[in-house]
């Protein structure tokens, strides 16, 4: 683990883009001023993390977290969860669940596959963009680990 | 030909009678043929008697006639001997003779002229007899040769003859009579025994067919049972492949619906902020130009009017995507079905209530009358705290609130669970209508937004069961939830 932090880029896989939007602004609203690589929709956004190639190697070394939504036009985000903490190079990257459902079992199979937070997008906006800063204040606290 | 119920029954009692006539008949037959046996049998023997008894008395006659013949002639004592042997017998057998003719009348005169030779007879052959002891032979042949004695000798043979021939006559009339009275006894059997071989023929016909057509009925019944089952079972499961259907679209049509709606709602708290912003900034503002107060007129009252108006609408939208989709999800969960105490689950869910219900000195009552149960626990849970929750909710403010969870046996391996209050009532008007999704009954004095009768009956429904009430405006209401005993057995039969 290294202390000399890079800063951490923030992966926002979102198709809506009024979601992404809003998760931006209320990012930044906190002050977390981490660049956004935005995507919207899930075959860019694999390309991003695991390379052009899907090995992954292209993450090695990279300071990233990962805002995923479950509900994406081409996949799901499960299946970007998986691949992303199946891969060697990725696994250690925090990845925050955002979706509308609160079904209970998509829930535990997100954990399952090693979610670190899920968080409901609530249409209650106060009690979402209070969510988010909190994430943003959880960005700013924790050391997010160099991907190996 | 079809044999109804009806005309089996009624064929059978005629037959049985017919056949019970028919054995009357023989044992009728049977007891006067035999009857009359007897009579014929009683005049043979009285016959044969006449007839013994006049050959004896004949005999003995012609053996007193032979003696006196054989003394005249040899005077000697020794041929004497057969004539004072039969004297003594014709005595004896002429009695006989009479009992024997006793009963008929029209002998009583041969008998007297009979009496008169034999004594003629009698007296003629002592006369000789003495004649000859005392030497007179000659004397006593001249007696002989008047003929006196043999004349009354010949008329007795000539009634002898004439008896034994009515007396042979009888006995062969008797022994006719007898074979006659065999015959016919035989006939009578013969065609007793036919009649009752046809009736029980008959009547056995009847049964195997009866029988036939029985079996031939159960089996039709049996098939057409199979075949309405087969029916139940593939409407059974379109219904049940539709219901998916549905739920699956309504959870598809709101979860998508949600996506917008985190849009709008979260823009509408942008705008407020800005607008926010604006208003302060107007507000404190003063400027000349006409335009301006429209402008700090339209930032400080009718944007925030708008936006708050927004955000109502948009939080009523969120509930009720959220009431579906919560139904929607009910449907589609995996229902666990475990023994269940259905007295411990009334207790824990009347204990959940039981601060708010106290509080204004009210109370539950559990009366459990069958504990136990095959059933989804977390379903159960949520359909009695919900009806519960309702109880405290709607209760009639100026009484204390008392609630009775009680449950009984029914028939076909089903339960019911009635949950009883005294509260404020629903008008019959709303008693379907309450269990609708969004619909509410009476004062809307307390916030909800209309799904909690809907889901419940959603559960109920899923569990096999159905919700009905009995309300009176004012009085209270009941909710009467029938479910089946063991769920396993109706799941079963959803998805065969």
């Keep these: 683990m290294s202390y000399d932090a890079k800063?951490?880029?923030?992966?926002?896989?979102?198709?809506?883009?009024?979601?992404?939007?809003?998760?931006?602004?209320?990012i930044r609203r906190a002050g977390v001023n981490n660049e956004i690589v935005p995507f919207t929709d899930g075959t860019s956004a694999l390309n991003y993390l695991m390379g052009a190639d899907g090995s992954g190697e292209?993450?090695?070394?990279?300071?990233?977290?990962?805002?995923?939504?479950?509900?994406?036009?081409?996949?799901?985000?499960?299946?970007?969860?998986?691949?992303?903490?199946?891969?060697?190079?990725?696994?250690?990257?925090?990845?925050?669940?955002?979706?509308?459902?609160?079904?209970?079992?998509?829930?535990q199979?997100?954990?399952?596959?090693?979610?670190?937070?899920?968080?409901?997008?609530?249409?209650?906006?106060?009690?979402?963009?209070?969510?988010?800063?909190?994430?943003g204040l959880f960005f700013s606290v924790i050391q997010i680990p160099e991907t190996e | 030909m079809p044999i109804s119920n009806n005309v089996f029954v009624r064929s059978g009692v005629v037959l049985l009678l017919v056949g019970f006539l028919a054995l009357a008949g023989i044992v009728g037959t049977t007891i006067w043929l035999v009857e009359q046996t007897q009579v014929y049998f009683n005049q043979v023997i009285e016959a044969r008697d006449a007839r013994t008894t006049a050959v004896d008395l004949r005999t003995a006659l012609q053996d007193a006639e032979t003696g006196q013949r054989g003394y005249i002639l040899t005077q000697e004592e020794g041929y004497l001997e057969p004539y004072t042997r039969a004297v003594g017998l014709v005595e004896q057998n002429f009695e006989q003779?009479?009992?024997?003719?006793?009963?008929?009348?029209?002998?009583?005169?041969?008998?007297?002229?009979?009496?008169?030779?034999?004594?003629?007879?009698?007296?003629?052959?002592?006369?000789t007899i003495d004649m000859v002891r005392s030497g007179d032979v000659e004397g006593a042949v001249a007696v002989v040769q008047t003929d006196r004695g043999k004349e009354a000798m010949d008329r007795s043979r000539t009634f002898f003859d004439a008896l034994i021939r009515a007396a042979d006559n009888r006995l062969t009339a008797g022994a006719e009579d007898q074979r006659n009275a065999a015959t016919a006894l035989r006939w009578t059997n013969i065609a007793g025994a036919f009649v009752i071989f046809v009736v029980v023929g008959a009547f056995a016909w009847t049964v195997v067919s009866y029988t036939r057509e029985l079996a031939k009925a159960r089996q039709e019944v049996e098939l057409a049972n199979a075949s309405l089952e087969q029916r139940v079972r593939e409407r059974t499961v379109d219904l049940g492949r539709a219901n998916e259907e549905i739920q699956r679209f309504a959870y598809i049509v709101t979860h998508d619906l949600r996506a917008p709606l985190v849009n709008i709602m979260g823009f509408t708290s942008e705008l407020e902020t800005s607008?926010?912003?604006?208003?302060?900034?107007?507000?404190?503002?003063?400027?000349?130009?006409?335009?301006?107060?429209?402008?700090?007129?339209?930032?400080?009252?009718?944007?925030?009017?708008?936006?708050?108006?927004?955000?109502?609408?948009?939080?009523?939208?969120?509930?009720?995507?959220?009431a579906i989709l919560k139904i929607s999800r009910e449907g589609r969960r995996q229902l666990k079905p475990e023994p269940v105490n259905l007295a411990e689950l009334a207790e824990a869910s009347a204990a959940a209530i039981h601060h708010q219900v106290a509080d204004k000195g009210g109370r539950v009552e559990v009366d459990i009358a069958v504990p136990r149960v095959i059933s989804d626990r977390l379903s159960l849970e949520q359909i009695l705290g919900n009806l519960l929750d309702n109880a405290v909710k709607y209760q009639q403010p100026e009484r204390p609130l008392t609630v009775r969870i009680t449950t009984r046996q029914l028939p076909g391996g089903r339960v019911e669970l009635a949950v009883e209050d005294n509260g404020r009532g629903i008008a019959g008007t709303d008693h379907?209508?309450?269990?609708?999704?969004?619909?509410?009954?009476?004062?809307?004095?307390q916030p909800g937004e209309g799904i909690g009768l809907a889901h419940v009956r959603t559960m109920v429904r899923s569990l096999g069961g159905d919700i009905t009430l009995r309300s009176e405006l004012g009085q209270g209401t009941t909710f009467i939830i029938t479910l089946p005993r063991d769920l396993r057995s109706y799941l079963e039969t959803v998805t065969k």
């Design chain 2, 97 to 127: 003779l009479q009992n024997v003719l006793v009963p008929y009348p029209q002998a009583v005169e041969p008998l007297q002229t009979l009496r008169a030779d034999i004594d003629t007879k009698l007296t003629e052959m002592a006369a």
């Design chain 2, 432 to 445: 379907e209508r309450v269990f609708e999704l969004f619909r509410r009954s009476g004062a809307q004095s």
């Design chain 1, 7 to 26: 800063p951490v880029t923030i992966v926002m896989i979102e198709d809506d883009e009024g979601h992404a939007r809003l998760i931006e602004k209320n």
């Design chain 1, 109 to 135: 199979r997100c954990y399952d596959l090693g979610a670190n937070v899920y968080i409901t997008k609530p249409v209650d906006y106060d009690g979402f963009a209070n969510a988010i800063r909190q994430l």
């Design chain 1, 58 to 107: 292209v993450s090695r070394g990279r300071q990233l977290l990962v805002l995923l939504d479950l509900n994406l036009p081409d996949m799901t985000g499960v299946d970007i969860l998986e691949k992303v903490k199946g891969n060697e190079h990725t696994r250690l990257t925090p990845v925050v669940v955002l979706t509308t459902t609160d079904d209970q079992r998509e829930i």
């Design chain 2, 275 to 322: 607008v926010g912003e604006l208003s302060t900034y107007m507000r404190d503002h003063e400027d000349p130009d006409p335009a301006f107060a429209a402008a700090r007129t339209a930032a400080t009252e009718d944007l925030p009017e708008a936006i708050t108006f927004i955000r109502a609408a948009t939080r009523k939208m969120d509930a009720l995507i959220n």
